[in-house]
């Protein structure tokens, strides 16, 4: 049996919504799930499941969809504004060491 991958609501939400937007992005340029498909090298099956925002689909399949539409820079986007990520670093910062006494 195939493992399944199993994800928090809040995760598969996030995953919705990216599927709907890719969706919505492929509606919008008037391409229908057959060009892309094609042009992606991927299947109708896995472009389906890239708009239903399916966890189980490999991240290139997903950057090969964005390829495609012209939206590649938005993968770039990914993890770029790591808000907490700079905080912890700067409280890392702020925190000084004491010099050894002699």
């Known amino acids: 049996m195939k ?3 199993v994800l ?3 995760a598969q939400k996030v995953l919705n919504d990216l599927g709907e ?3 919505l992005a492929r509606l919008r ?3 229908s799930t057959t060009q892309i498909s094609e042009r992606a090298g991927i299947s109708r099956a ?3 499941q890239i708009e239903k925002g399916t966890p189980t689909v490999a991240m290139g ?3 090969q969809v964005l ?3 012209g939206l590649e820079k938005d993968f770039l986007k990914l993890g770029a504004d790591d808000e907490l990520g ?3 670093q700067d409280a890392g910062l702020l925190i000084k060491e004491r010099a050894p006494k002699k």
């Open 21 to 23: 937007n890719i969706k």
């Open 29 to 31: 340029r008037k391409l």
């Open 8 to 10: 928090l609501p809040k």
């Open 3 to 5: 493992n399944q991958l």
């Open 46 to 48: 896995t472009l389906w």
């Open 61 to 63: 399949a997903y950057f």
């Open 67 to 69: 390829f495609v539409m």
């Open 86 to 88: 700079r905080k912890l």
